[in-house]
């Protein structure tokens, strides 16, 4: 019961925001949605502590969904310390935000709306993180993908806010178009969707194979790969990485609760939950490994370079998400997910504390015309000051311990992938802790750059915005040191029970505690460094920058502009795409459809009628001639031909 | 040729509509004042008894001859006799209020009205081409005087001498159709002629009076190419003898035409066939789309009678049982519709000035929502919209038309009613969705608002109980074709 509530209690909360909205009043929809969500992760608490600590792992069953021929699904709630984590994850920070978007939004005309948004998001995500099959699974994930739409168009007045809303949803049905092939093809293997069905068969099936027009395919890595894809959509993994930084048009809090802490992270989730199917196919977990390493390098190479401070949080978010799915690559899903975890809270912490900035600055989101804030803004900038050590991974914050374990697991791993995302993933150490004190000293050290007006105005954030930072900074001090053990240490294995998959051979995490030392420092001399040279290029030699971008100019413009990704699928997709369908609107529907059919009718119809009335002289003898006319046609019709 | 008394019995309706119609004459000539209501009222009696006579006269065999084989009665002539005298008697009686108004109502015009309907009744019951010709004289020459009764305006004199002098050429068309007949067959007789060519071989010469015969004849129906007078005259006649005009001699018209073809000319269906088929077919499509740039309500109905005179030619261009009783019903449901229309058209006047504009209409739903209602049904009937009869007269002759194997003929049809929806639709528009215009003068009257209740409920419940027409029809079209 306890379970369903946790679940359910935001889908009320957004339904009675949503329809009551108006009579509720903003105040009224407020305090329901941040009830509901409120109740939901106070009661995500015991649900823990009951699955996760006393290892009660437990399914739901609530109703049946489909029940035809062979395909049998069912509404279920399936708790094992998997779900667990994440629902506690998920409704605690989800809460928080909701408390945040109290005071973040309070201008907003639609507040109603935005509140029932929010909740429905988290409804959608917990819906996928407790799915007991596939089907429902995707659901969640299909729903989890409205919310977005919805959120990062929530300012529908812009028209950029718009594209980028489109532009994540268009990106996402990539992904998802895999993700639902994987799924017809996990049922065409396992004749199931069920999870626990197909985890207890998947062994049986590592060397089957799938017949394809024609072609067979080894069915395990055809069925991971597919998988893979839809979370790399979901997860913005190279490639299908380019909806996120736009999303960024979407409110601060939602940044921070669905582009950064929550639904990003679906794809490793979804990695993590299937780990029983990756495990049997080596090639899959080879290509996760690399697709994350390359995706955390290339997002931290971006982040180094751009200039909008919500833009440098999203793209260290995709590189995060980068450390997560290599260190499901290497089989460490436990440690995967504990950066999810200890992620989550940094960055939420980090999106948040950067809305109170922007709200300080009067909607300035570009850090060139920041600095200086620090004094007037103490608060935020001791939390922005936890967030970026936890995400630089300075010992002791709740990052240092999960991406120090994953970079250990990789080294461990002991595969040459696994050689290659550890030396990527240290690279990467070091341009985080770069990125993030770059942000960190252009936004709040060295000499004001706002005008007057803006730094007149510069003010700290009400309780309400507060609170919540504060809440999240907590977890991102301690919830690595308090998580390691149960995570990834000792106690793993008991932790994890069932939830999480690994074959003997590839227990990259045992490996992991047994690397040499200098392995284990490596990370953190990465990270210091990375935080020393940002210090001398934006407090101490503050002309070196400037000098580095021309010395360097072709790298320079290949990060700024994020790789040319975007330039490149506008080429390869948006333009061929746009160029077909104006071709067909205009020439197809335009000038053939509507131009024959209801214009074209229409038109001659016109014309017809104009003629006819013209004939209407008027005068006598016309129509008498008409007449004639008329009698002598009928005359000559029988002259030729003759009936009868 | 004697005179029996039989013959006089058969002929009674007329032989009393004479009488009294030239009693009225004398009445209205030696009563001074006050001698319009009087003698409108007196003709409205006349009218109501005609109707029962006319109902009421039958021949014990079915079918019966009189003046030498002149006049026939059956029971297809009583079928269009008693929706002609209806149809007259009910344009008379909403005409009165609108001439008074205007200060035109004189004794004369429910004088020529009854002397128009004399015309009719011979015309149905005409069974030689004389009678014929006799019957739709007496009938043209009351209405040429009629179009013009409002003889100090212009464009009803205009109208009155256009429609005279073209009436006088078709009269001349009819005439010489008529000798070649004569001169081919040797005969006027209907029944004589049927006989001879149903046993001979048609010559030549036969076939080209019948064309000009049947373009005499349609340009008393309005039908394409001899319908250009209608739109001039709909429009200059005064409006309450434009409604007479629209209904009563159009339906005597479309009863003489189906008696001489399906009578006489019988044998010779195919020769017919291929003209009346063009008439439909040119008919359907000029009052479909002639009409969409129209912005005078009278000169409207004027393309949408041609309209209707298509389809219900579709009809007689079928040419059988099922054809001929469509078009009857097809007539009867017309004869609804338009006396309804053409009952808003009369009491369409704002500050006591008639008006005729589509324009005028503007915002009606507002200003008069129940007269905005009727008006709406009335063009929702006329488009051909289910429940409404409207549909069901067009479904009919369809009907026939398509189990007859003249697709192209329906096709055409149906299509020209699409179009024809656009026009009566857009009068639907203006009264519901355009700024109000000046409101139109209330109340209408008593005897209009019947009128209009009844057409209205005969167009919406029409769908319930359609058997007692339909019947009527069927049975009238039957002894067409023994």
């Given at each position: ?644 | ?454 057409s209205l409920v005969f167009i919406v419940f029409f769908f319930l109980v359609p058997s007692p027409l339909v019947g009527g029809a069927e049975h009238a079209a039957s002894v067409l074709f023994h």
């Amino acid at each position: 019961m306890m379970m369903v509530l946790a679940v359910f209690l935001p889908l009320i909360g957004a339904a009675v925001a949503g329809f009551f909205g108006r009579f509720l009043g903003d105040k009224g929809a407020q305090f329901v949605t941040c009830a509901a969500m409120g109740l939901s992760a106070v009661l995500a608490i015991p649900v823990f502590v009951d699955v996760a600590l006393q290892h009660h792992a437990q399914t739901v069953t609530l109703f049946t969904w489909i029940d035809s021929g062979d395909l049998m699904v069912k509404w279920a709630l399936k708790f094992d310390t998997l779900t667990a984590v994440m629902v506690l994850t998920v409704s605690l920070v989800s809460f928080m935000v909701h408390v945040y978007s109290v005071g973040y939004m309070h201008h907003d005309p639609s507040i109603p709306r935005f509140m029932a948004y929010l909740s429905l998001f988290t409804f959608f995500m917990l819906m996928l993180v407790t799915s007991d099959n596939l089907v429902q699974l995707f659901f969640g994930w299909e729903g989890v993908g409205v919310a977005s739409y919805l959120l990062i168009g929530f300012w529908y007045e812009r028209p950029s806010a718009n594209a980028a809303a489109i532009k994540a949803f268009l990106v996402n049905r990539v992904g998802d178009f895999g993700f639902a092939l994987g799924i017809f093809g996990v049922y065409v293997l396992f004749g199931t969707v069920h999870l626990d069905t197909i985890f207890a068969a998947a062994a049986g099936k590592a060397n089957a194979t799938l017949l394809f027009l024609g072609w067979e395919l080894p069915a395990m890595t055809t069925l991971c790969l597919l998988l893979f894809i839809g979370a790399m959509g979901k997860s913005a993994q190279l490639g299908l990485h380019t909806w996120l930084p736009d999303a960024m048009e979407g409110p601060t809090p939602v940044s921070a609760l669905i582009h950064a802490a929550t639904m990003v992270t679906a794809g490793v989730f979804m990695v993590a939950r299937l780990s029983p199917l990756f495990e049997q196919s080596e090639t899959a977990l080879m290509v996760v490994t690399i697709v994350g390493a390359t995706t955390a390098l290339f997002a931290a190479t971006v982040g180094c370079v751009q200039n909008d401070i919500k833009r440098v949080i999203a793209y260290s978010t995709c590189s995060q998400l980068g450390y997560m799915f290599f260190a499901c690559g290497v089989s460490a899903y436990s440690a995967g997910i504990f950066h999810l975890m200890t992620h989550a809270f940094f960055k939420a912490l980090l999106f948040l504390g950067a809305g109170s900035v922007i709200h300080a600055m009067s909607d300035e989101q570009d850090i060139r015309r920041m600095g200086g804030i620090w004094k007037h803004v103490k608060v935020t900038w001791i939390l922005m000051w936890i967030g970026n050590l936890a995400l630089a991974g300075v010992p002791f914050f709740a990052g240092y311990f999960s991406k120090d374990l994953i970079l250990e697991a990789a080294y461990g791993a002991n595969s040459l992938v696994g050689q290659y995302s550890f030396w990527v993933g240290s690279l990467v150490a070091f341009l985080t802790a770069f990125y993030s004190w770059r942000l960190l000293i252009l936004t709040f050290h060295g000499k004001p750059r706002a005008d007057d007006h803006v730094m007149a105005h510069v003010h700290e954030s009400p309780p309400v915005m507060i609170v919540p930072l504060i809440v999240l900074a907590i977890g991102a001090i301690f919830s690595g040191a308090v998580a390691y053990e149960m995570f990834v240490g000792h106690d793993r294995e008991a932790f994890w029970g069932t939830a999480i998959l690994v074959l003997k051979a590839h227990d990259s995490v045992e490996a992991a505690h047994h690397v040499p030392q200098w392995v284990k420092l490596l990370p953190v001399v990465a990270a210091v460094a990375g935080i020393v040279m940002a210090y001398i290029f934006y407090m101490l030699a503050t002309g070196l920058p400037k000098a580095m971008a021309t010395a360097f100019r072709p790298f320079y413009l290949f990060f700024l502009n994020k790789w040319y990704f975007d330039e490149l699928y506008d080429f390869l997709f948006v333009r061929p795409a746009f160029w077909l369908g104006r071709g067909l609107w205009k020439g197809g529907d335009g000038a053939v459809i509507d131009g024959c059919g209801p214009d074209g009718i229409a038109a001659i119809t016109r014309d017809v009628a104009r003629r006819f009335g013209r004939m209407q002289t008027g005068f006598v003898y016309h129509y008498a001639f008409a007449m004639i006319v008329g009698a002598a046609v009928f005359v000559t019709w029988y002259m030729f031909n003759r009936v009868g | 040729m004697s005179l029996a008394m039989s013959d006089l019995t058969l002929a009674l309706p007329e032989l009393f509509l004479a009488g009294a119609a030239m009693l009225l004459l004398m009445l209205g000539v030696f009563r001074k004042e006050d001698s319009a209501r009087v003698v409108l009222v007196l003709a409205l009696l006349v009218l109501t008894v005609t109707l029962v006579l006319a109902y009421g006269v039958t021949p014990k065999t079915g079918r019966a001859t009189s003046f030498g084989g002149l006049f026939l009665v059956d029971d297809f002539t009583r079928f269009a006799k008693v929706l002609v005298l209806v149809a007259t008697a009910f344009t008379l009686a909403i005409s009165r209020t609108w001439m008074e108004k205007e200060e035109i109502a004189r004794f004369e015009y429910p004088v020529l009205v009854l002397f128009a309907t004399l015309g009719m009744l011979m015309m149905i019951s005409a069974n030689d081409l004389m009678a014929l010709y006799l019957g739709l004289e007496t009938q043209s020459l009351a209405l040429y005087v009629m179009a013009a009764y409002h003889r100090d305006n212009a464009r009803s004199t205009e109208s009155g001498l256009k429609y005279f002098v073209l009436g006088a050429l078709a009269s001349g068309l009819l005439l010489y159709g008529a000798s070649l007949v004569y001169g081919f067959v040797g005969a006027t007789n209907f029944e004589t002629i049927a006989k001879a060519l149903a046993s001979h071989h048609a010559p030549q010469g036969l076939i080209i009076g019948l064309a000009f015969l049947v373009a005499g004849l349609a340009f008393k129906v309005a039908a394409v190419p001899f319908h250009m007078w209608t739109p001039d005259v709909y429009e200059g006649a005064p409006t309450p003898v434009t409604a007479f005009f629209a209904i009563g001699p159009k339906i005597a018209a479309f009863a003489l035409l189906v008696r001489v073809l399906t009578g006489p000319f019988g044998p010779m269906v195919e020769a017919w066939q291929q003209l009346v088929v063009f008439l439909a077919a040119a008919s359907m499509i000029v009052g479909a789309f002639a009409a969409i740039g129209q912005t005078n309500i009278k000169r409207l109905m004027a393309y949408s009678s041609i309209g209707h005179a298509g389809y219900a030619l579709v009809g007689l261009a079928v040419g059988n049982r099922e054809g001929i009783s469509g078009l009857l019903l097809y007539l009867a449901i017309y004869l609804a519709m338009n006396l309804g229309t053409f009952g808003i058209i009369l009491a369409m006047r704002v500050k006591g000035r008639a008006v005729e504009g589509i324009s005028d209409l503007a915002g009606l739903a507002r200003t008069s929502p129940m007269m905005a209602l009727m008006l709406a049904v009335f063009m929702f009937s006329m488009a051909g919209i289910p429940p409404l009869a409207g549909f069901f007269g067009k479904l009919y002759v369809f009907l026939a038309a398509v189990n007859a194997g003249h697709i192209i003929l329906a096709l055409i049809g149906v299509l020209s009613s699409a179009v024809a929806a656009y026009y009566y639709l857009r009068i639907v528009k203006v009264m519901y969705f355009d700024e109000p215009a000046e409101a139109l003068d209330r109340p209408i009257g008593p005897t209009l608002a019947v009128v209009l209740a009844g057409s209205l409920v005969f167009i919406v419940f029409f769908f319930l109980v359609p058997s007692p027409l339909v019947g009527g029809a069927e049975h009238a079209a039957s002894v067409l074709f023994h």
